[in-house]
Nanobody, 125 residues
Framework: VQLQASGGGLVQAGGSLRLSCAAS????????MSWFRQAPGKEREFVAA???????????YYADSVKGRFTISRNNAKNTVYLQMNNLNPEDTAVYYC????????????????WGQGTQVTVSS
């Protein structure tokens, strides 16, 4: 499975961005697609997840820090997962990564098998 992330950029506090992650290859192997982020000097942290397949397909999960501001979604036809980020603040500044996992929903980045390259999101105050 190959993942290609895009959509990062520079935005002012209160603004919005939408990240995209295009999946290719044996995507039928993937059960969960997630977004993680990593700020300088900090550990990679979970942001949001979406059930990609299985009986609970489409179910979404969010970190408390982004709940109500971020929305994860998918376009089946394009095999793409999105992260709509609204009301951004400087604490959201990080490199954002999309990731895929075979197995159940998980917030530990170490348990993800497939990774896209990061895309930088910078929020100015």
């Amino acid at each position: 499975v190959q993942l290609q992330a895009s959509g990062g950029g520079l935005v002012q506090a209160g603004g919005s961005l939408r990240l995209s992650c295009a999946a290719s290859g044996r995507t039928y192997n993937v059960d969960v697609m997630s977004w993680f982020r990593q700020a300088p000097g900090k550990e990679r942290e979970f942001v949001a997840a979406l059930r990609w397949s299985g009986w609970s397909v489409g179910m979404t999960y969010y970190a408390d820090s982004v709940k109500g501001r971020f929305t994860i979604s998918r376009n089946n036809a394009k095999n793409t997962v999105y992260l709509q980020m609204n009301n951004l603040n400087p604490e959201d500044t990080a490199v954002y990564y999309c990731a895929g996992r075979v197995g159940t929903y998980d917030t530990d980045y170490a348990n993800y098998q497939f990774w896209g390259q990061g895309t930088q999101v910078t929020v100015s105050s």
